[in-house]
Structure formats: structure tokens, C-alpha cells
């Protein structure tokens, strides 16, 4: 015969198992999680390009600060202190780690930040990839840092020098000497694509 207390406890721990998870929070759609997780993996830069035009060509610090505050408005508006934050990333796209990392010292103390890089190619990690996991402490100054950043630099005004930047082919298009020869010659990708003309 059971104890009253045991008995208790083992339907306690049935019930929380087979519970819906009433504040699971991911970035992705559908991701399964639990209400102890922040997860914005994977992939999270490249997740976040998709629902708001980061484009490759764009300068540095604009593609930084998108994919900090885009990320930044998700975890101040959906997280809470507690949480362990998940952030994943690809080494190998330069705005990345400079982006993750400031999303992650935001929002946890620095001190509790762990980095794990890709090592297998059939593992969790894949080579070329990193994940960046923390406990969140540090939402509400987070949350101040961003109201900041936008009486600073609106996002919309980002946005608009985002799309910009796509138009224009990016501010590499503008790195090419005005002496440099054209070789009218060849057809290049570029006029293909773009429809390009040589002059």
C-alpha cells in the first residue's frame, strides 16, 4: 500500500508530465520547448533575416544592430528572467558572433555565458556553427537598452537603410575604382542576373 504522501507526489509528477506547457517560448513556429527555455536556435540571424529583410551587402554595424535588436525585441517581449536563453549562430557569417554576443551579454550576466562550437558534422553542433547558452538575468536593463537604441536610431530608419543597401547592390558596389576596365568580352553572371550592360 502507498503512502498518501507518495502517492500524491506520483500523481503531481503525472499530471505536470502530461500537462500542455503553457509558456513555452521559441523563435520558430511549432518548436518544441518547455517554459524553462528561451530558444532562438537554431540558425537564429538567418531566422531572423527571413522575417525582416537583413540583407548579406549590407554595412556591418546595420546587419549587428537588426539582428540585435530583432532578437532583442523577441526576448524582452516573450522571455523572462530564469529562462535559459538559447542562441545559435554560424561562424563563418562575420555579423554572427558580434550580434549573438551582444544579444547574450544583454540579456545574462557575462560571467554565466557558455559557448559551444561545432565539432562533428553528424553531431548537435556542426562544424562551422557555434550556440551561445545563458540564464537569463537582465531583461528588464535589456529592455531599457533597446528604448534607447530607438530614440537613438529608430528602427524603422534601420529598415529603410537595410532595404537601401539591398537596392544598391550593397556599399561594396561602390569599392570599385573609377579607372577599372570593363572586359565587354565576356558574359558575366551579374549581367544575367541583374541585366547589366557594359559602357
Known amino acids: 500500500m502507498f503512502h498518501k504522501g507518495v502517492l500524491l507526489t506520483a500523481l503531481a509528477a503525472t499530471l505536470a508530465l502530461g500537462a500542455p506547457v503553457a509558456h513555452a517560448v521559441a523563435l520558430r513556429p511549432g518548436k ?9 536556435g537554431p540558425n537564429t ?4 533575416a527571413s522575417q525582416t529583410l537583413v540583407p548579406a551587402v549590407a554595412h556591418p554595424k546595420d546587419k549587428i544592430s537588426a539582428y540585435v535588436r530583432l532578437a532583442g525585441a523577441f526576448v524582452t517581449e516573450h522571455c523572462a528572467n530564469g529562462h535559459l536563453l538559447i542562441l545559435h549562430g554560424s561562424a563563418d ?7 549573438l554576443d551582444e ?13 559551444t562550437d561545432g565539432q562533428a558534422s553528424d553531431g548537435p ?3 562551422g556553427t557555434f550556440e551561445l547558452r545563458c540564464t537569463i538575468s537582465k531583461a528588464d536593463e535589456f529592455k531599457a537598452k533597446l528604448k534607447e537604441l530607438e530614440g537613438k536610431d529608430p528602427m524603422e530608419a534601420l529598415k ?4 537601401g543597401s539591398a537596392n544598391r547592390g550593397g556599399a561594396t558596389s561602390k569599392a570599385e575604382p573609377p ?17 547589366g550592360s557594359c559602357k
Open 32 to 40: 518544441t520547448t518547455d517554459s524553462s527555455v528561451c530558444d532562438l
Open 45 to 48: 540571424t538567418l531566422f531572423l
Open 93 to 99: 557569417v562575420d555579423s554572427d558572433s558580434p550580434a
Open 103 to 115: 544579444v547574450a551579454s544583454s540579456s545574462c550576466r557575462v560571467a554565466d555565458i557558455r559557448r
Open 125 to 127: 553542433y556542426t562544424y
Open 160 to 163: 529603410v537603410r537595410l532595404a
Open 179 to 195: 579607372t577599372a576596365k570593363k572586359d565587354c568580352g565576356k558574359l558575366a553572371l551579374g549581367a544575367l542576373v541583374q541585366g
